[in-house]
C-alpha cells in the first residue's frame, strides 16, 4: 500500500467565476450542489487528525496540504487563519499550497497577512493574453476575469509578496496561439507554469476536435508519420515547448516539459499525469467526504466517490480501498494498447480521468482497468496522440542536444 502524502482539501465549494471549462460545475459529477459551502473548523480538525495517524502509521516526516475549491479564498482571512492553524497542528512538516484564482486577494488584502503567516504557497490560474483568458474565464456577470486576476498576478509578485508566488496555471486552448500565450504568461515572471490540457473523455472530447476513435493499438508516432492520428494538442504543446527550451537561458520552469523530459531521461516523475509512479493525492470535500482526484468528476456523476469519509474512516481505509489501489499499480494497472506502447514508461497512459471511454458504467472503483474493462477507465488517455507526438519531439531535441554536447 502507497501512503497518502498530498491531502487537497475542498475547503469552499462555490465559485466567484463562471468558467465555462470547469471541471467542478460544468462536469457530469455534479456532487457540489450537496456540499456545504465551505469547510468547518470540526471538519479540518477532524481532517488534520486523520492526517497524522496517517503520517505516524507510515513515518511521514512531512506531506503537502493543498487548498482547493471552488475558489478557496472565498473562505475569508479568518477562517482560513483558523482552518490553517487546524491543520498546522499536524506532527509531520506541512507545506501549504493554496490554487486559486486570485480575485479575493484584491477584495481582502488580510487574506495576504494569513497567507504569509502560514508560509502558503499560491498558484494562480491565468490562461495567457487578454482575449484567450477572458474567452473562459469570465465573472458571473458575462464580464471577462483577465484585468483583475493579473492585478492580483501583479500584486502576488511584487516585492512584498513574491516569495508566496508558486506560479501559473494555464488550460491550453486551441484558439490561441502557443507562443503568444507562453509569452503573455512570462510577463508575469512566474516561477514556474502548468500547461494543462482541458479535461476530456472518449465520450466528452475535447474542444475543438470532434469525436475520437478509442485507439485498438498504440499511435504511429510522431508529426511526419504517413496517416500518423491528428494531434492539435501535441503540436500546440510542441510550439510552446520549442520556444521555452530554444531560449538563450532559463526563463521559467514549465512543469509538463520538465517531467517529461525527466522521464525520457531514465527519472522519475512527480505528476499524476504522466509517468507510472503510484497516486498518493486524496481529496477530502468540504463535508469530510474522502474522495479520489478530483479530475474524476469529468467521467460521470459520482466518479470520485469513495463512500469514505474522515469521521468514520482513516487514510489507511482509503489507500486500501480499490479505488486508490487500481491506480498505484503501475504497468499493470494500464489496458493492452498502453501496456505494448513504447513509450508506456514517460506517458505512463496520461491522466486517469482522461482514459474515461464510458464501457462499462459503474462505481468508478477502476478496478479492471488492467484489462480494459470495468470502470471505463482501461483505455489510452484520450490525448493518446498528442501526447505521443509532445513526447516524440522531446526526446528527439533531448538526443540532438546531447549529441551537440558530445560534439562539442
Known sequence: MVPFRQFLLKIHSRCNLACDYCYVYEGADQSWRRRPRRMEL?????????????????????????????????????HLDALL????????????????NGLRLLDEPALLDVLHRHRVAVGISLDGAR????????????????????????????????ELFAGLLCVVDL???????????????????????????WREPPPGVGPRV???????????????????????????????????????????FEEL???LLGGRAASEAVGLAPVDLVVIEAD???????????????????????????????????????????LAGLGPVCSDCPLVRVCGGGLYAHRYAGDGLGDGLGDGAGGGAGGGF???????????????????????????????
Open 214 to 256: 478509442v485507439p485498438d493499438g498504440p499511435p504511429l508516432g510522431g508529426a511526419s508519420s504517413s496517416g500518423a492520428p491528428s494531434a492539435p494538442y501535441g503540436d500546440w504543446l510542441i510550439a510552446a515547448f520549442d520556444r521555452w527550451y530554444g531560449a538563450p537561458r532559463r526563463e521559467t520552469g514549465v512543469r509538463l
Open 42 to 78: 470540526a471538519t479540518a480538525r477532524r481532517t488534520a487528525r486523520r492526517i497524522d495517524e496517517h503520517a505516524a502509521e507510515h513515518g511521514l516526516d512531512e506531506v503537502s496540504v493543498v487548498l482547493h475549491g471552488g475558489e478557496p479564498l472565498l473562505v475569508g482571512a479568518a
Open 378 to 408: 482501461g483505455h489510452p488517455s484520450v490525448y493518446c496522440a498528442d501526447l505521443d507526438r509532445l513526447i516524440r519531439h522531446i526526446a528527439g531535441r533531448l538526443r540532438a542536444g546531447v549529441a551537440e554536447l558530445v560534439r562539442g
Open 261 to 263: 523530459a525527466v522521464l
Open 288 to 330: 469530510g467526504a474522502i474522495e479520489q482526484a478530483d479530475s474524476l468528476k469529468v467521467a460521470y456523476d459520482g466518479a470520485p466517490g469513495t463512500g469514505l469519509d474522515v469521521w468514520r474512516h482513516g487514510f489507511g481505509e482509503a489507500a486500501a480501498h480499490p479505488a486508490f489501489r487500481a491506480r498505484q499499480r503501475g
Open 85 to 100: 492553524g487546524e491543520l498546522a497542528a499536524v506532527r509531520p512538516r506541512v507545506r501549504f499550497t493554496v490554487q486559486s
Open 131 to 162: 482575449a484567450d483568458h477572458d474567452r473562459h474565464r469570465r465573472l458571473p456577470s458575462g464580464a471577462g476575469s483577465w484585468a483583475r486576476t493579473a492585478e492580483a498576478v501583479r500584486l502576488l509578485g511584487s516585492d512584498r509578496h513574491r
Open 175 to 201: 484558439e490561441s496561439d502557443p507562443v503568444a500565450t507562453y509569452e503573455a504568461l512570462l510577463e508575469f515572471a512566474p516561477p514556474r507554469l502548468d500547461l494543462l490540457l482541458p479535461h476530456a473523455t
